[in-house]
Nanobody, 122 residues
Framework: VQLQASGGGLVQAGGSLRLSCAAS????????LAWFRQAPGKEREFVAA????????YYVDFLKVRFTISRDNAKNTVYLLMNSLKPEDAAVYYC????????????????WGQGTQVTVSS
């Protein structure tokens, strides 16, 4: 499966962004999907994931209040809605897919998309 992320940009602190990741190739519903992020000088970290049908979601604890992951299998797209953004949320955000398990760590990812940059001004 090929993943194409979009929706990043520059936003003021307190603002919102919605990232999208469109998939092509194999059947979208075969994959659990996730978002990770990587800030300069830091390791890539898990942000959120969603199950194959979308009935279960997973978040890193400190983001679950502000971020929401969702998917539309009819549109082959996964979304990440980010509210109340903070400067520390600035990073390159990557979408990812897992075939046999929900990818809540980098080791569980089967496919990566390219990143989309999120910049938050204070």
């Amino acid at each position: 499966v090929q993943l194409q992320a979009s929706g990043g940009g520059l936003v003021q602190a307190g603002g919102s962004l919605r990232l999208s990741c469109a998939a092509s190739g194999r059947t979208f519903s075969y994959y659990a999907l996730a978002w990770f992020r990587q800030a300069p000088g830091k390791e890539r970290e898990f942000v959120a994931a969603i199950s194959w049908s979308g009935d279960r979601t997973y978040y890193v604890d400190f983001l679950k209040v502000r971020f929401t992951i969702s998917r539309d299998n009819a549109k082959n797209t996964v979304y990440l809605l980010m509210n109340s953004l903070k400067p520390e949320d600035a990073a390159v955000y990557y979408c990812a897919a897992g075939r046999d398990k929900v990818p809540t760590s980098t080791t569980g990812v089967d496919y990566w998309g390219q990143g989309t940059q999120v910049t938050v001004s204070s």
